[in-house]
């Protein structure tokens, strides 16, 4: 929420999650599972739920089998090596003169025939390798992942439910560690602030004090009520502070030379 007081002293506002995420399904098809409950915490990369798979996997079985297949090439191999042998005896009678150059030509020519078929039955194996390495990302790509570490506050699919396009979102996760707050600054005050600037904010009933650092200031005005845009962020590693409560920023308490280090801050989304 914004204040619209454009003279005012102190700017009320409202935390927020850092970042609230829908998750949706990468793919069109039925949920078969759920992995977590509404209000669970989770962590980046953990797996909320499951995609339909069952005909993936069963691809990905004769994928694998068709890649571990290695008849054809111990086949392949040793008709090499037997064309080989044959063209070194070729070779030495010629050169001792008990064969012709036509029969040398010859035994060369089929070493050559089966070094081609052995390169074949090796691109072969390697195109069925790609192919099961497909099947394996597809499969992968049928999990829903935590995109970050959070909670989940809703859930908007269930467990055998059609996943479409147009409706892809399976559920909603916050992140909560970190904060932010919305405030609309008045022109006269926001002219002294700067990015990662240190701020200080009250926030709740009891007006607990807790430190923000400035993340955006918008570069276009309202008219309206003569204000800027200015996002703060606020650590909230240990959670004590609430989401939804309100919070004060006491603009006579500004000072802009308080900024904390230089290195650059994830930008809010």
Known sequence: MLSSVAGATEIEGFTEPYRQIAVSAPEIGTLQELLVDQGDAVMQSQLLARMNDSVLIASLEVARAAKDARGTLRSAESAVKAKQKQFESYRSLRERGSATQREADRAENELIQAQGQLQSVREELEVRRLEFERIRAQLQHRQIKSPINGFVVAIDKEAGEFVSPTDA????????????????????????????????????????????IIEFIS????????????????????????????????????DAKEQISQHRMPAVR
């Open 169 to 212: 979102i399976v559920m909603h996760v916050v992140q909560l560690d970190t904060l932010k707050a919305v405030f609309a600054v008045p022109l006269n005050v926001a002219a002294d602030l700067k990015v990662r600037q240190q701020v200080t904010l009250a926030v709740g009933v009891d007006k607990t004090e807790c430190r923000g």
């Open 219 to 254: 570069p276009t005005a309202q008219p309206q009520t003569e204000s800027v845009e200015v996002k703060i962020r606020i650590p909230n590693q240990n959670g004590k502070i609430q989401s939804g409560a309100a919070c004060v920023w006491d603009m006579t308490a500004v």
